[in-house]
């Protein structure tokens, strides 16, 4: 098996996280029309937070001292015995909490260490960021549709969709094995990328902005229009799920085609869709319209996908050998802070309504646009405008038979 041909498996590991990740997004409304408080079916979908944040900022230095292998190993089966854990939800809500948790944790796995993993197995690392990005999303987009269409439609709605996924995630582990080790030798991860000027001016701005536009989406826009839709609410929730997901699947290559080794376009293009999505969602908000929500959540999963590719490209342009896993965990960790926007957003609803907060939120946006595009051209990396070369960091795998 050549290179170019071993990097699927671990994409399929990353999907499969991405699945198990968001297959609870469109289960919302289920489980505010079963009797859960909406402050604590939103305090569960952020839940997972708790166990990715540590896992993105962890894991990344795992993979460096164990190897890139038993580390996204060891994320899928997190992934799945979280799966176990919120079918078994009816038991009480502490299991859907452990299944979040855990959830966090394969989610954080399949970023940090798959998509480093997916680089150093592809070719070019430009195309293995796309390739992840690509993968992860598809994941966290099937995973909801098909969730929120056997919840709707299939027996034990609270059950099936999970053991779905079981099945899934069983199915990719043994092919794990089976691929090269890509990391050289044990080091200590380095963070010195998150020091530098054009990480804490331009990503970092961005970054919480990624899940932050898809909590605002899928979380938030349901809740706005629900008593619009009768019994069609849950079937809605999903098809806004897909469609933010979609967006950002078909948009990924647009992120590739923006992005520049001499500025930051790619970054400032993501914050101004994302800041156009957001007005459009306050409009919705005042109007409480189900089809101008689904077109803020088309905006919005537009803005995700360029921004999520731009950011890791970004990030490769700064990482220094031994810290791209690392730092790839930074940056998800930090787009993860977004999605705790939804719980922040229904507690501050009691203080001012939604269509005020959001509106709120563009003016946030904005200055963040604002920082990123005065310092576009500013504290570029040594190599800046250098073409992207062949993955050299990675060793080369054994050919196989």
């Not at 190993?73 to 909490?97: M, N, Q, T």
């Not at 950011?311 to 342009?317: D, N, T, V």
Request: proline share 6%.
């Amino acid at each position: 098996m050549t290179r170019r041909l071993t990097w699927q498996p671990a994409a399929a590991a990353m999907f499969v996280c991405g699945w198990g990740g968001n297959q609870f997004t469109p289960l919302l409304v289920m489980y505010r029309h079963a009797g859960y408080p909406t402050l604590t079916v939103n305090v569960l979908l952020g839940a997972y937070v708790v166990g990715l944040v540590p896992g993105l900022l962890l894991s990344g230095g795992w993979s460096e001292r164990l190897g890139r292998r038993p580390v996204l190993i060891g994320g899928v089966v997190a992934s799945l015995l979280a799966s176990v854990f919120l079918a078994a939800g009816g038991e009480g809500v502490a299991w859907i909490a452990a299944g979040r948790l855990v959830t966090g944790v394969g989610v954080a796995v399949a970023m940090a260490v798959g998509t480093t993993w997916v680089t150093e197995l592809s070719d070019r690392r430009e195309a293995g960021a796309r390739r992840a990005a690509l993968w992860l999303t598809a994941g966290f987009g099937l995973g909801a549709g098909v969730a929120g269409v056997l919840a709707q439609w299939g027996p034990a709605p609270m059950v099936l969709p999970y053991l779905v996924h079981v099945v899934l995630a069983a199915a990719v582990l043994p092919f794990l094995p089976r691929l090269p080790e890509t990391r050289r030798e044990a080091t200590r991860p380095g963070f010195a990328g998150v020091r530098h000027p054009r990480f804490t001016r331009v990503i970092l701005p961005m970054a919480p902005w990624i899940f932050g536009s898809a909590g605002v989406a899928y979380a938030i826009m349901p809740q706005l229009v629900g008593d619009r839709l009768g019994s069609w609410g849950l079937l809605y929730s999903t098809t806004l799920t897909v469609a933010t997901l979609g967006a950002g699947v078909l948009v990924q290559p647009i992120g590739k085609r923006l992005d520049r080794p001499t500025s930051a376009r790619a970054v400032a293009t993501a914050m101004v869709v994302m800041s156009a999505g957001l007005a459009l969602s306050a409009a919705a908000a005042v109007v409480r319209s189900p089809s101008l929500a689904l077109v803020a959540a088309v905006a919005l999963g537009g803005a995700y996908g360029i921004a999520v590719v731009a950011g890791l490209l970004e990030l490769q342009r700064l990482a220094r050998p031994g810290e791209l896993a690392a730092l790839t965990g930074v940056y998800y960790a930090l787009a993860y802070v977004g999605f705790l926007l939804p719980s922040i957003l229904t507690l501050l609803s009691a203080v001012a309504g939604y269509p005020v907060l959001l509106g709120g939120l563009v003016f946030v946006a904005l200055g963040g646009t604002a920082v990123i595009l005065r310092h576009s051209r500013a504290h570029l990396p040594a190599d800046a405008g250098v073409p992207d070369r062949h993955t050299s960091e990675a060793v080369s795998p054994p050919s196989r038979t």
